[in-house]
């Protein structure tokens, strides 16, 4: 059974600093590109931060470049999302992706929220 499990939400004030991270299970994880979506309320889901499975490389969205980091851990068979200078604008439901190929697994998404 296929299982990407999100840790680490919750709510933060603007300019501070959260981590995210994801455990996949079922499936072989270093074969897998990962990355982080995010949905805001009444938004289309859009890329945050995209890593591949093979060398490594990054990719991020232009809004979140220079504050967001992706990184995985083969061994452990988890990604992680580390935020720093969050924006309100940075609200949103984030979710996990693996994909290989046509196949695609998601998590079920966790709340990040930023508010003073």
């Known amino acids: 059974q296929v299982q990407l499990v999100e840790a680490g939400g919750g709510l933060v004030q603007p300019g501070g600093s959260l981590g995210l991270s994801c455990a996949g299970s079922?499936?072989?994880?270093?074969?897998?590109?990962m990355s982080w979506y995010r949905q805001a309320l009444g938004k289309e889901r859009e890329l945050v931060a995209a890593i591949t499975s093979a060398d490594g490389r990054t990719n991020y969205a232009d809004s979140v470049k220079g504050r967001f980091t992706i990184s995985r851990d083969n061994a452990k068979n988890t990604v992680y999302l580390q935020m720093n200078s969050l924006k309100p604008e940075d609200t949103a439901v984030y979710y996990c992706?693996?994909?290989?190929?046509?196949?695609?697994?998601w998590g079920q998404g966790t709340q990040v929220t930023v508010s003073s």
């Open positions: 079922g499936f072989t994880f270093s074969s897998y590109a």
């Open positions: 992706n693996a994909v290989r190929y046509r196949t695609h697994y």
